[in-house]
T-cell receptor, first 112, second 108 residues
């Protein structure tokens, strides 16, 4: 069974801090994704990666960056956290495009 | 206009009832369609793909209507464990668009 692990379940950070969200998958998937989920808005794609060291912007990349140095690990970075980045962040991976996506259990980030 | 729209519900139904709900999408060139299920405070998980001819998976039936640009999900003989939020997902050119979800609550 595919396992996607996000490093933190809950995080509280202050405005202006640099924040790292880590995601690791154990199924040798090529594709990895970062989404945020907000009430009434659904999941929105922040960044994705189809290969090591490769990244592409999703629908809402502003204020975020990513890193994929190894195939199994995809990191989301908030360069300077802001209160409007308070959200649930979901990492996902997939063997094929576009589906099925295997999600991690999420990181609920609060920026104060 | 949102790319994918869903009635947020909640749909409150008794055990054993049938519940059905739709999802509309705006891009007529969309290529494939899915339903994901998300339990409270959990991650989404793929429930089923939606095929042009319609498909069933146990008590769940999915339909696609390309002419009217909607997909539907029907749950027969509802169980308490079916209580969840159901996310509609539409793919075009490998870009997935998610609806905000329809919440179903099954009561004893």
């Amino acid at each position: 069974d595919v396992k996607v692990t996000q490093s933190s379940r809950y995080l509280v950070k202050r405005t202006g801090e640099k924040v790292f969200l880590e995601c690791v998958q154990d199924m040798d998937h090529e594709n990895m994704f970062w989404y945020r989920q907000d009430p009434g808005l659904g999941l929105r794609l922040i960044y994705f990666s189809y290969d090591v060291k490769m990244k592409e912007k999703g629908d809402i990349p502003e204020g975020y960056s990513v890193s994929r140095e190894k195939k199994e690990r995809f990191s989301l970075i908030l360069e300077s956290a802001s209160t409007n980045q308070t959200s649930m962040y979901l990492c996902a991976s997939s063997f094929d495009r576009p589906s099925p996506l295997h999600f991690g259990n999420g990181t609920r980030l609060t920026v104060t | 206009r949102k790319e994918v729209e869903q009635d947020p519900g909640p749909f409150n139904v008794p055990e054993g009832a049938t519940v059905a709900f739709n999802c509309t999408y705006s891009n007529s060139a969309s290529q494939s369609f899915f339903w994901y299920r998300q339990d409270c405070r959990k991650e989404p998980k793929l429930l089923m793909s939606v095929y042009s001819s319609g498909n069933e998976d146990g008590r769940f039936t999915a339909q696609l209507n390309r002419a009217s640009q909607y997909i539907s999900l029907l749950i027969r003989d509802s169980k308490l464990s079916d209580s969840a939020t159901y996310l509609c997902v539409v793919n075009k050119d490998y870009k997935l668009s998610f609806g905000a979800g329809t919440t179903v609550t099954v009561r004893a």
